[in-house]
């Protein structure tokens, strides 16, 4: 049983509070400890973890619990603070340095709510606003605003007005170029797995910081589509319906997320003679998908996704159409027969593209199941079987691509 000073009080913090006051499921729960030393936290055996600031580990929980500490800005971008923590460091001293004030509630030992910012009131009214003026401090706060737009979207949160002044500011002074590409990946990949990856594009638009964060994206608003495919008629608005629709499909599923909000992206590079139609958009897709992934740092898996749902997916709109030997060298150009998941994700991505137009929310997309079984159909030839037949070299691969491209014709029919 750990033993803390009488005078030191802790408290539960920041997303569990918010999240029990919203009927959220319970995640992390995270502790601050006020009126105690680092010495007193390693007395009563806890384990220090934090580097720059005392964060430390419970012996028993395992749970987070640090020392309530105050920031001071010194030098650019979100890690340029300096902490200080010692046990004359306030509760609310503590939560005045928070980014919104829903994270700035504090809950008692004996359950009472410590709320000096007035998070309880902006839960009840869903809004999202900043604590003070120290929010300009660090820029990934802009960032973690779309976040949260993201998650709580659905909630009929919005963004206060002087809170979306302020990021706007934010964004002006250039400072977003100082995030590390790391730290913007976590919360680009953190919106992509929430219900509703729209609000954080288009609270960064509203911020003026999606030209900072995501070109690639910024460039597909105000780019025309054909009213017959897309009644939605702008790119941009079309592939905040494609994410949305991806996390309907594949909730919490990042990979598929960051497939779909890259497929379009060679659109914002079709030639303006050539408007609204956008021929050859898949292959110019590739440069800007492969751009974005690097900037970022986006997993490799990501990035190879993202390019090939860029580069196949009008083909998978019209398999119907597609002879067998065109579908046979379709999963051999995803690598579909070493990496059999990579086509199942295709089919995911294509129906979200396909059901991310307006007003096609529900309309049917029979070929992400008709893919699905012509792949199955060309995995189950066996290797092993040509292989019996004495064949090696180029003609056994031409045998296997034969059996495979019969297969396929097989399961058509």
């Given at each position: 049983?750990?033993?803390?000073p009488?005078?030191a009080?802790?408290?539960?913090i920041?997303?569990?509070?918010?999240?029990?006051?919203?009927?959220?499921?319970?995640?992390?729960?995270?502790?601050?400890?006020?009126?105690?030393?680092?010495?007193?936290?390693?007395?009563?055996?806890?384990?220090?973890?934090g580097?720059?600031f005392?964060?430390?580990?419970?012996?028993?929980?395992?749970?987070?619990?640090?020392?309530?500490?105050t920031?001071?800005?010194?030098?650019?971008?979100?890690t340029?603070f300096?902490a200080?923590?010692?046990?004359?460091v306030?509760?609310?001293?503590?939560?005045?340095?928070?980014?919104?004030?829903?994270?700035?509630?504090a809950?008692?030992a004996?359950?009472?709510?410590?709320?000096?910012?007035?998070g309880?009131?902006?839960?009840?009214?869903?809004?999202?606003?900043?604590?003070?003026?120290?929010?300009?401090?660090d820029?990934?706060?802009?960032?973690?605003?779309?976040?949260?737009?993201?998650?709580?979207?659905?909630?009929?949160?919005?963004?206060a007005?002087?809170?979306?002044?302020?990021?706007?500011?934010?964004?002006?002074s250039?400072?977003?170029?100082?995030?590390?590409?790391?730290?913007?990946?976590?919360?680009?990949?953190?919106?992509?797995?929430?219900?509703?990856?729209?609000?954080?594009?288009?609270?960064?638009?509203?911020?003026?910081?999606?030209?900072?964060?995501?070109?690639?994206?910024e460039?597909?608003?105000?780019?025309p589509q054909?009213a017959?495919?897309?009644?939605?008629?702008?790119?941009?608005?079309?592939?905040?319906?494609?994410?949305?629709?991806a996390?309907?499909?594949?909730?919490?599923?990042?990979?598929?997320?960051?497939a779909?909000l890259?497929?379009?992206?060679?659109?914002?590079?079709t030639?303006?003679?050539?408007?609204?139609?956008?021929l050859?958009?898949?292959?110019r897709?590739?440069?800007?998908?492969?751009?974005?992934?690097?900037?970022?740092?986006?997993?490799?898996?990501?990035?190879?996704?993202?390019v090939?749902?860029c580069?196949?997916?009008?083909?998978?709109h019209?398999?119907?159409?597609?002879?067998a030997a065109?579908?046979?060298?379709?999963?051999?150009?995803?690598?579909?027969?070493?990496?059999?998941?990579?086509?199942d994700?295709?089919?995911?991505?294509?129906?979200?593209d396909a059901?991310?137009?307006l007003?096609?929310d529900?309309?049917p997309?029979?070929?992400?199941a008709?893919?699905?079984?012509?792949?199955?159909?060309?995995l189950?030839?066996r290797?092993?079987?040509?292989?019996?037949?004495?064949?090696?070299?180029?003609?056994?691969?031409?045998?296997?691509?034969?059996?495979?491209?019969?297969?396929?014709?097989?399961?058509r029919?």
């Amino acid at each position: 049983m750990i033993s803390l000073p009488e005078n030191a009080q802790v408290y539960l913090i920041g997303g569990a509070v918010r999240d029990a006051l919203l009927g959220l499921p319970a995640g992390d729960r995270d502790f601050v400890v006020v009126g105690a030393s680092v010495q007193d936290m390693l007395d009563s055996g806890f384990k220090q973890v934090g580097r720059d600031f005392p964060v430390f580990l419970h012996p028993d929980s395992g749970e987070e619990y640090a020392l309530a500490r105050t920031e001071r800005k010194s030098g650019r971008g979100h890690t340029g603070f300096v902490a200080h923590a010692d046990p004359s460091v306030t509760l609310e001293d503590d939560l005045r340095r928070r980014d919104f004030t829903i994270n700035a509630i504090a809950r008692a030992a004996d359950g009472g709510l410590v709320d000096p910012f007035g998070g309880v009131r902006d839960i009840q009214s869903r809004v999202l606003r900043h604590v003070g003026p120290a929010f300009d401090e660090d820029p990934l706060r802009v960032l973690r605003a779309a976040r949260f737009m993201a998650r709580f979207a659905a909630l009929g949160f919005t963004v206060a007005p002087e809170t979306l002044t302020l990021m706007r500011r934010m964004a002006a002074s250039g400072e977003l170029s100082d995030l590390v590409p790391e730290r913007i990946w976590q919360e680009l990949a953190k919106a992509l797995r929430s219900a509703a990856p729209s609000a954080f594009l288009r609270t960064l638009r509203e911020a003026d910081a999606l030209r900072a964060i995501l070109p690639e994206v910024e460039a597909l608003y105000g780019v025309p589509q054909r009213a017959d495919y897309h009644p939605e008629v702008d790119t941009g608005t079309h592939v905040e319906l494609v994410c949305d629709m991806a996390a309907r499909l594949a909730p919490g599923d990042d990979l598929i997320g960051f497939a779909a909000l890259c497929h379009d992206l060679g659109k914002a590079l079709t030639p303006a003679d050539m408007l609204p139609r956008h021929l050859m958009h898949e292959q110019r897709g590739v440069a800007p998908a492969i751009a974005l992934s690097e900037r970022l740092k986006v997993p490799n898996e990501h990035r190879d996704l993202a390019v090939l749902c860029c580069r196949e997916h009008l083909n998978v709109h019209r398999l119907a159409e597609l002879k067998a030997a065109t579908v046979h060298d379709l999963i051999v150009r995803c690598d579909g027969f070493r990496k059999p998941e990579r086509i199942d994700r295709l089919a995911t991505v294509c129906e979200a593209d396909a059901r991310g137009r307006l007003g096609k929310d529900a309309a049917p997309y029979p070929q992400a199941a008709l893919l699905r079984r012509l792949h199955t159909a060309a995995l189950a030839v066996r290797s092993d079987t040509i292989a019996a037949r004495g064949l090696t070299g180029p003609a056994f691969g031409a045998a296997l691509r034969d059996a495979r491209i019969a297969a396929l014709a097989a399961a058509r029919d």
